[in-house]
């Protein structure tokens, strides 16, 4: 059964980002800002912010709204601190990951941002509810106002289209180089390309052969969890195609998911379990399975596509 995900209790959101799209060192740069405990709200608003990121007090909000909506960081009642998630990714001594140069953490940071649509609605209505292969900026706009209006969110037309430029400078470099777009973290996952037609774009579907099975893994658990919670299990089809799912986040073609999910029992260690017999094609949720346990997957096998 598909899910309407404008059935969850959440309010969209096109800004925060003061428009600037995720760039390299950001996250590791906020993530540290915190990793002491917890810190002030205002942590990326004070006066020495400048001095402290060695960026411009609109990029400091900027790094402050990437590092919530990536999930490397919780907002808690009493300030901000690093998440579980932060601490065994960006953790300097036991992180896998402290300075974001594995394919991993990129597809995770992508997952978060695109599998979710609280923080980043843009992000998850390109990839989980645009249809068309081929697009341009004023159809994502057209779009994201429809949903805001259908939503009753108050938005006006210029924060919708400064939104689109972020969710495409995310993924697809400025040709010409310019300063603004240097370092776009996600640009290297290649999940979006520029036509040459200008001003079209088309996403790049495939088996994503940097996308470590563990990363996989947890995003179906993560989709399972979210969406459908009650269903004890879940067939092959609504794992390519789903709302949030899988194969949509990451822009698989269904062979590609039917190889992860043929695996998807030893990376999880049988918690998950593919079923492919007399055109039954699904997997069982058996038990949970810790988040560090598919991590440690993630960064310690070598990845098969």
Same mark, same amino acid.
């Given at each position: ?13 096109? *800004? ?34 400048? *001095? ?109 289209? +400064? ?41 790049? $579907? ?14 179906? +658990? ?13 067939? *092959? ?22 190889? $992860? ?19 039954? +094609? ?21 990845? +098969?596509?």
């Amino acid at each position: 059964m598909l899910i309407d995900f404008r059935d969850s209790d959440f309010r969209p959101q096109f *800004a925060g980002h003061e428009t600037f799209p995720l760039r390299l060192l950001w996250l590791k740069k906020a993530y540290d800002a915190v990793a002491k405990g917890m810190a002030s709200r205002r942590t990326f608003q004070e006066q020495d912010a400048i *001095a402290r990121f060695g960026v411009g007090k609109n990029m400091a909000i900027s790094m402050r709204h990437w590092v919530l909506a990536t999930g490397m960081v919780e907002d808690c009642e009493d300030g901000l601190r690093p998440s579980s998630l932060g601490f065994a990714i960006l953790d300097d001594e036991t992180g896998f990951d402290p300075f974001l140069e594995k394919p991993a953490t990129l597809w995770l940071v992508h997952f978060a941002l695109a599998g979710s649509p609280e923080t980043t609605t843009s992000f998850f209505y390109c990839f989980n509810v645009m249809n068309q292969a081929i697009f341009d900026r004023e159809s994502i706009a057209a779009g994201l106002m429809d949903l805001a209006k259908s939503m009753n969110a108050r938005v006006t037309a210029e924060t919708i289209k +400064r939104d689109v430029e972020v969710l495409i400078r995310s993924y697809v470099s400025k040709a010409d180089g310019a300063e603004d777009a240097v370092e776009p973290l996600l640009n290297e996952l290649s999940l979006i390309r520029e036509q040459r037609l200008a001003n079209q774009f088309e996403f790049v $579907r495939g088996p994503k052969t940097s996308l470590p099975d563990g990363i996989f893994a947890l995003a179906v +658990r993560t989709f399972w969890k979210r969406w459908h919670p009650n269903a004890p299990t879940l067939s *092959a089809e609504l794992l390519t195609y789903g709302t949030g799912s899988p194969g949509r986040v990451f822009k698989m073609d269904e062979e590609s998911v039917l190889n $992860r999910l043929a695996r998807i029992g030893d990376i999880t260690e049988g918690s998950i379990i593919w079923t492919d017999t007399a055109g039954l +094609r699904q997997v069982s949720f058996v038990r949970e399975i810790r988040e560090d346990s598919l991590l440690r997957a993630s960064y310690t096998k070598e990845n +098969r596509s």
